[in-house]
T-cell receptor
């Protein structure tokens, strides 16, 4: 597609529920990244994909967080048993190669109530 | 701790003035990038400067990189109200393949 698409754009969920966030990167971009941004803060790295593999999962905050990427394209970030501290904007970015600039999606604003 | 720190945290200027933001980082890097973020959503890539480059221009933007001081600056000339946004620097520490973002500078350009 023309840009990085993320869905949903907003999600309100009850504490303890599972959520799935989707990222559709630019076609042909091999590198895909997930970040999250809490209100008024910088970006926190979560996970990086090169193709379908994730060589770096070091940023995932806990084992409640997982992510996968299939077909070298769409990625989903899953948060199980959501907690209030998971509330943030989750941003996905893709790039042609690792050292290139990122194209970001508009993010998913997750609110856990 | 953050790899990149922007300075100042907030900046308010009049339209037409120049805005300068600085970024300092801790470890050696391959590249440094600057991004703009409006309204707390998606970031827009502005410019990438490689570790062997010292200065780069793009329109009204000028970026410098001093690897000996581990610092970079972003200059926006002849600012406009539409430049109001948060600006982030991002660095990819040598040997890694991910960019670490700083905490950002909130720029407000007054019409």
């Amino acid at each position: 597609g023309a840009g990085v698409s993320q869905s949903p754009s907003n999600k309100v969920t009850e504490k303890g529920k599972d959520v799935e966030l989707r990222c559709d990167p630019i076609s042909g971009h091999t590198a895909l990244y997930w970040y999250r941004q809490s209100l008024g803060q910088g970006l926190e790295f979560l996970i990086y994909f090169q193709g379908n593999s994730a060589p770096d999962k070091s940023g995932l905050p806990s084992d409640r967080f997982s992510a996968e990427r299939t077909g070298g394209s769409v990625s989903t970030l899953t948060i199980q048993r959501t907690q209030q501290e998971d509330s943030a904007v989750y941003l996905c970015a893709s790039s042609l190669e690792q050292s290139y600039g990122y194209t970001f999606g508009s993010g998913t604003r997750l609110t856990v109530v | 701790s953050q790899q990149g720190e922007e300075d100042p945290q907030a900046l308010s200027i009049q339209e037409g003035e120049n805005a300068t933001m600085n970024c300092s980082y801790k470890t050696s890097i391959n590249n440094l990038q600057w991004y703009r973020q409006n309204s707390g959503r998606g970031l827009v890539h502005l410019i990438l400067i490689r570790s062997n480059e010292r200065e780069k221009h793009s329109g009204r933007l000028r970026v410098t990189l001093d690897t000996s001081k581990k610092s970079s600056s972003l200059l926006i000339t002849a600012s406009r109200a539409a430049d109001t946004a948060s600006y982030f620097c991002a660095t990819d520490p040598s040997g890694t393949y991910k960019y670490i973002f700083g905490t950002g500078t909130r720029l407000k350009v007054l019409a």
